[in-house]
Every structure is written in C-alpha cells, then in structure tokens.
C-alpha cells in the first residue's frame, strides 16, 4: 500500500495568513453534531460523508488557485477529504495538523454550540456494546453468541490497520448525529 504525503499547514500559521489579510477558505469535515459542539470560527462545515470534491470546488466563489484549508477533530478525516481532493485534481488543498483540537489548544477563536457526545466515543460504546452482548449471550444462550464479539474485534483490528472505521462511518449518517434548526425535532 503506497501512502502519499499530504500537504499541511498549522492552525498558529494559517490564523496568521488570516490576520495578515489573505482570503482563508476552511472547511470543517466532521458530523453536523461534532461542528455544533465546537469548530474554529471561520469554518463552515461541510461532512466528510456528503463530500464532492468536483461539486465544491465548483461551487467555490475563489477562484481555483487560492488554497483550500480543511480540518476535523485531530488531523484523521481531514486527511482523507484531503486525499479525495487530490484525486480529483485539486491540488492546493491542505490539512489542519492536529485539527480542532490543535486550533483551541493554540487559543485560537472558537465557536461553541450544543455539549455532545464525540463520534470517537460513541464508537467506542457501540463496540464495548456489542462486544458485552456477544459474551453475555454465548455465555447464557449459545455459544456461537461468542462470534459477535469475535466479529466486533475483527473490525476494530481493520480499522486500527485500515484507519477506515466502518462503525464510525455508520454512526455519523444516525439521526442524532446530524444538525437540526432550532425547533426541528429528531424522528427515529
């Protein structure tokens, strides 16, 4: 597997590109929830699971030589709309090292919406979840119950391997991890 290199630039330095007048373009690739809870001020969100590269980068009012700047949570998702960018052509893209995370570190300004819980750690107790299921049940039903937990852990060495986490992706496309207007109301 042949991994490239992308392109990064540091929050510090891209909020100076921003001071010294230059037009910055960010954009947030994490769920609708994640962005509500936090995301650098200037960010606008556009989800890692809807990206179109060839649609955006039509849709921008910049023209195509202006760099675009895109961040997640810690460097993972932005990497990879980075890489989708690429693909498709548009090369003068690049990604936030250490993502939103790195942006409040640095104290840079943030907007701060609704508390919720992170995509990593819903992951995370989904997976706990499934894992207790299976024991319990092929502990107390059948022991083939003990292959969901084998299944579940399965998954987690791929995405360790892959840093592609089928869950994640799954998780992120549920109801209440998509943004909401005011008064609009979450139907399951």
């Known amino acids: 597997m042949m991994t490239t290199t992308i392109p990064t630039i ?5 909020h100076e590109l921003r001071g010294e007048g230059q037009g910055v373009e960010l954009i947030d690739v994490r769920t609708p ?3 509500g809870e936090m995301h650098a001020d200037i960010a606008q969100l556009t989800p890692l699971t809807s990206l179109d590269p060839q649609a955006y ?3 921008r009012e910049r023209n195509g030589d202006t760099p675009l700047y895109v961040i997640c949570q810690t460097g993972g998702r932005s990497r990879k709309a980075v890489e ?4 498709h052509g548009f090369t003068n893209v690049l990604s936030v090292e250490g993502g939103t995370e790195a942006w409040e570190r640095a104290g840079l300004p943030v907007v701060r919406g609704k508390k ?3 995509l ?3 992951v995370r107790i989904a997976a706990g979840l499934l894992v207790l299921l299976g024991a319990l ?3 107390f039903v059948h022991p083939y119950f003990v292959g969901l937990s084998a299944f579940v852990g399965a998954g987690l060495v791929f995405a360790g391997l892959t840093d592609t986490c089928g869950m994640g992706m799954l998780i992120s496309r549920m109801p209440w991890n998509q943004r909401r207007e005011k008064g609009e109301t979450c139907t399951l």
């Open 10 to 14: 540091s929050a510090k330095r891209l």
């Open 120 to 122: 990593e750690r819903q």
């Open 137 to 139: 049940l092929g502990w």
């Open 84 to 87: 989708q960018f690429h693909a």
């Open 57 to 59: 980068m039509s849709s």
């Open 116 to 118: 919720s819980i992170s």
């Open 33 to 35: 929830a994640e962005y």
